[in-house]
């Protein structure tokens, strides 16, 4: 049986650490070449020596996601390696302060809108026209926090709830030219960038209160997003763009 993604050129940003890694090791036994984004190169020159280790190959490309000048370095990187791309994987974002509209401030605001929407949107900008030539697919990767509100998660809801509308739009824009858009939205993940944040509610007590939240009684790995993102990116899902797909536990069943 030939591999999901054979033959396919993937950019992941993000692909340092956490969802974007795994999804970019996920594409690579699927048999994907990988184009890593990100902003610190030596967090993906590690990926890709995990990539080279199963046997896949890739290409490092380092940048700020919310600088169009980096972004258009990324995907020219992509095509000027591997002749084309063909799914790009918007993964990159950040978590800014959790705070209520009246407790943020403007800058956090605009940082995180900057960090989570407006990146995605550039990302696509300067993938789409190499993504029509190969009629090829873009999975934007949001959360449940942009599909519900939250306490304390003001910014960060709007933002990825952008990114849910944004994946819509575009889907309905780029369908006559054969380009699928999607979207992944996880729950509570496991990662790196809210370690952190996990160990202080072990601390506190509360973990057990997040984790029951989730319907199936416990929080999401890497791999449970990266199994998704296949899936999306492969042919298997060729009748489907718009689509807005919660990997997160049961939570949405509960909306």
């Given at each position: 049986?030939?591999?999901?993604?054979?033959?396919?050129?993937?950019?992941?940003?993000g692909?340092?650490?956490?969802?974007?890694?795994?999804?970019?090791l996920?594409?690579t036994?699927?048999?994907?070449?990988?184009?890593?984004?990100?902003?610190?190169?030596?967090?993906?020159?590690?990926?890709?020596?995990?990539?080279?280790?199963?046997?896949?190959?890739?290409?490092?490309?380092?940048?700020d996601v919310?600088?169009?000048?980096?972004?258009?370095?990324?995907?020219?990187?992509?095509v000027?390696?591997?002749?084309?791309?063909?799914?790009?994987v918007?993964?990159?974002?950040?978590?800014?302060?959790?705070?209520?509209?009246?407790?943020?401030?403007?800058?956090?605001?605009?940082?995180?809108?900057?960090?989570?929407?407006?990146?995605?949107?550039?990302?696509?900008?300067?993938?789409?026209?190499e993504?029509?030539?190969t009629?090829?697919?873009?999975?934007?990767?949001?959360?449940?926090?942009?599909?519900?509100?939250a306490?304390?998660?003001?910014?960060?809801?709007?933002?990825?709830?952008?990114?849910?509308?944004l994946?819509?739009?575009?889907?309905?824009?780029?369908?006559?030219?054969?380009?699928?858009?999607?979207?992944?939205?996880?729950?509570?993940?496991?990662?790196?960038?809210?370690?952190?944040?996990?160990?202080?509610?072990?601390?506190?007590?509360?973990?057990?209160?997040?984790?029951?939240?989730?319907?199936?009684?416990?929080?999401?790995?890497?791999?449970?997003?990266?199994?998704?993102?296949?899936?999306?990116?492969?042919?298997?899902?060729?009748?489907?763009?718009?689509?807005v797909?919660p990997?997160?536990?049961?939570?949405s069943?509960?909306?």
């Amino acid at each position: 049986m030939p591999a999901r993604l054979e033959g396919k050129i993937a950019l992941v940003t993000g692909a340092g650490s956490g969802l974007g890694k795994a999804i970019a090791l996920a594409f690579t036994r699927e048999g994907a070449s990988l184009v890593l984004g990100g902003r610190r190169a030596e967090p993906l020159e590690k990926t890709l020596r995990e990539i080279a280790d199963e046997g896949g190959t890739g290409l490092v490309a380092p940048g700020d996601v919310t600088r169009a000048a980096d972004v258009r370095r990324m995907v020219e990187s992509a095509v000027a390696r591997f002749g084309r791309l063909d799914v790009l994987v918007n993964n990159a974002g950040m978590l800014a302060s959790r705070t209520s509209v009246t407790d943020s401030t403007e800058e956090d605001f605009r940082r995180t809108l900057e960090g989570n929407l407006v990146s995605v949107f550039l990302c696509c900008k300067h993938a789409l026209p190499e993504l029509i030539l190969t009629q090829g697919n873009i999975i934007n990767i949001a959360s449940v926090a942009g599909l519900r509100g939250a306490p304390n998660r003001a910014a960060y809801g709007a933002a990825k709830g952008g990114v849910v509308v944004l994946t819509k739009g575009m889907a309905l824009d780029y369908a006559p030219r054969g380009v699928r858009v999607n979207c992944i939205c996880p729950a509570y993940i496991e990662t790196d960038l809210n370690h952190d944040f996990l160990q202080g509610l072990k601390k506190t007590g509360e973990y057990e209160a997040l984790v029951r939240i989730h319907p199936l009684g416990f929080l999401g790995a890497t791999d449970d997003v990266a199994h998704a993102a296949v899936y999306l990116a492969s042919n298997e899902a060729r009748w489907m763009t718009g689509v807005v797909l919660p990997v997160d536990g049961g939570i949405s069943a509960t909306m």
